[in-house]
């Protein structure tokens, strides 16, 4: 006698293992970068914390990122997570839950990015960064953001040469990458116009490596109200790639 | 051909049942919150905003607004309405409307919404005022038109006469209003009030004698700072002077007030009840000792040229020689309608001629408010 097969029956056999299948076997599932920096003075030593989503991940203090305070320079570190998009809460001390700041945040998929907190006496702000550019093994890039609230608008000079893009930069502002030559030994200074007299703010010096990107940062008061000359006007740098 | 097409429905549908199973695993149990309106697209910090949607409370989930990314506390929850105080320090922009369980949420945008800047008074100017005198209140974020100002002395109402539209409010010194702190609101936002106390003015104090009424008289709280260096070297300080006024003697007294030592930057406000002067510390001359008239003169009976001074009744030096050769005057003149007072020494007259802007009657004395500070040298 020969057995009829019972066609539909058993493509939903197959479908139905199809679907378990794909469960039981995750594919490579793509990833985003993500890194936090603390720029409110008023967090100096005091941390503050970082939730995703409600998830509380990271404690920050002023000039802290996740990979540490930073310094001169440093190293961005990123952390991974799933492409999607992200409740980013900056938190006032002590419970993560007292949020300072809440916003969303779309992060795409092998993109790197910042979140800057931004703070002018009590006016916090959460700034988005995208970190990505172009990679050119024969030159450095430089990037600025002001985060300064006293400051004026400022613009960036390697020794004596003008940062092209980097220049009438605001508080809160984030300029473009900017390509400059690798140097071993290169002085950067942040200007200002003080009623038409250009000034230098503040200065630093560091080799600029070729195939990597700076992110500066400049941070602090100018007119520093407070006794501890470390919430003072002050430059940082983060490699970002 | 019918196998076929029961075939493709069969994918179809299976294809349909996996991919909606992803979708709920994602948002389980959530619905996506819609902002429709808000009830005013100006606001200040601190006042209340009324926010209309849907799916805005659901069961057992958190609801939560952020107006420009900061968080702002809902005092009323409904399904479709909420109510929500402007957070202060807050720039302008977009609502958020965010429910949530654990990490899983759904947020939505509303429309932007402008948020004036905080008012704050820092300093006021001058330092006492009559009632119906014009004061100006320096600060910050006050909108230009006036009426969008409001601020109350003493709780009660102080009339905006101006505003520059940034830092800087006149208003004009209530009636009946006493020296109490003052306060303020702009637009519709929550009222703030000063730490400090706007010093009022009276025409009359309840005082017997001179000292009482500069007790009283917040135009005169730097009185202890000069009086302490009213006397001379090495003899009592502060009490020879405060005594005498003390008295109840009838004099005439000429005094400055506190905004001429303000304006001419020698005593801030800060430091007027503690500060010490030394206005022209002579070893035998000292105005603030050698400016009281031992007779009680009414403006009506001053005269011009000089008057003894009560330095010669033997009160603050009685065992000193001194004022029997070296004698010390108020010297009186008028220029206009105005008088002006002048120390008139053995040397002759000392610093330039101090013009009356005011005057008390004080029991049976009279005590005539200087505009211009002391004579400032500050040693012999």
């Known amino acids: 006698m020969k057995k009829k097969i ?46 995703l989503n409600n998830d509380s991940t990271l404690m920050l203090s002023y000039n802290g990122s996740a990979g540490g305070s930073v310094g001169a320079l440093n190293y961005a570190v990123y952390q991974m997570l799933r492409p ?13 839950k007292d949020k300072l700041t809440d916003n969303l945040v779309n992060m795409q998929p092998g993109k790197h990015q910042t979140v800057f907190l931004a703070d002018s006496l009590g006016y916090f702000e959460a700034i988005a960064s995208e970190d990505d550019t172009p990679r050119d093994p024969a030159m450095a890039q430089v990037r600025l953001i002001h985060l300064s609230p006293d400051a004026r608008p400022v613009s960036m000079m390697i020794d004596l040469t003008a940062v092209p893009g980097l220049d009438s930069v605001k508080f809160k502002q984030i300029t473009p990458f ?7 030994n290169p002085g950067f200074r942040i200007r200002y116009n003080d009623n038409g007299m250009e000034k230098t703010l503040v200065r630093k010096s560091f080799a600029l ?12 008061y100018v007119r520093n109200g407070s006794t501890n000359p470390n919430k003072g006007i002050n430059l940082s740098a983060l490699i970002t790639q | 051909m019918k196998q076929i097409f029961s075939l493709s429905t069969l ?11 992803k979708n709920e695993t994602a948002l389980p149990g959530i619905k996506q919150p819609v902002i429709s309106s808000v009830n005013k697209d100006f606001v200040q910090a601190g006042d209340t905003i009324t926010v209309y949607g849907a799916s805005l409370q659901q069961e057992a989930l958190q609801t939560e607004l952020a107006l420009a990314g900061r968080p702002s506390k809902i005092v009323q929850l409904g399904k479709d309405s909420l109510q929500a105080i402007v957070p202060v320090n807050t720039y302008s922009g977009k609502l958020m409307i965010t429910v949530s369980r654990d990490n899983l949420f759904a947020s939505a945008y509303g429309p932007a919404v402008t948020v004036a800047a905080t008012p704050v008074v820092t300093d006021f100017s001058p330092k006492y005022a009559y009632e119906g005198d014009t004061i100006a209140l320096i600060g910050l974020n006050f909108p230009a038109e006036p009426a969008q100002n409001a601020v109350w002395m003493d709780e009660k109402t102080a009339k905006v006469v101006y505003s520059n539209g940034k830092d800087s409010l006149k208003v004009i010194v209530p009636a009946g209003a006493n020296t109490n702190t003052f306060s303020w609101r702009t637009y519709n936002g929550p009222v703030y009030e000063s730490t400090a106390s706007f010093p009022v003015r009276k025409q009359q104090y309840a005082a017997a004698t001179i000292m009482d009424w500069l007790r009283q008289d917040p135009a005169f709280s730097y009185m202890h ?7 001379v070297k090495n003899y009592m300080r502060y009490d020879s002077l405060a005594a005498y006024l003390e008295t109840g003697r009838a004099v005439s007294y000429f005094f400055p007030s506190n905004d001429p030592w303000i304006a001419q930057g020698i005593l801030t406000p800060e430091r007027m009840a503690t500060a010490v002067v030394a206005p022209n510390n002579y070893t035998f001359v000292n105005f603030p000792l050698a400016s ?10 001053l ?19 001194w004022r029997t050769y070296r004698k010390n005057y108020v010297q009186l003149e008028k220029i206009g309608n105005d008088w002006y007072v002048q120390a008139l020494t053995y040397w002759g007259t000392l610093g330039t001629p101090l013009k009356i802007q005011r005057v008390h009657k004080v029991g049976n004395s009279y005590l005539y408010e200087l505009k211009a500070p002391l004579p400032y040298d500050l040693d012999y």
């Open chain 1, 209 to 220: 490596l070729p195939g990597r990107s700076y992110t500066f940062i400049l941070r602090g």
């Open chain 1, 178 to 184: 900017a390509k400059v030559p690798p140097d071993p």
């Open chain 2, 303 to 321: 005269t011009a040229g000089k008057h003894e001074t009560a330095l010669d009744e033997n009160i603050v030096f009685p065992y000193d020689s």
């Open chain 2, 11 to 21: 994918i179809l549908l299976a294809t349909v049942s996996c991919k909606r199973d």
């Open chain 1, 84 to 96: 999607g998009t992200y409740r980013v809460s900056f938190s006032d001390a002590g419970d993560y």
């Open chain 2, 292 to 301: 009281i008239l031992p007779v009680s003169l009414s403006p009506e009976q």
């Open chain 1, 6 to 51: 019972h066609i539909p029956a058993l493509v939903l056999v197959l479908l139905a293992g199809a679907c378990s299948r794909e469960a039981e076997i995750p594919a490579a599932e793509p990833v985003t970068y993500a890194t936090f920096y603390n720029g409110s003075p008023d967090f100096y030593e005091i941390p503050n914390y970082v939730s």
């Open chain 2, 225 to 231: 700072a000069a009086f302490t260096h009213s006397s």
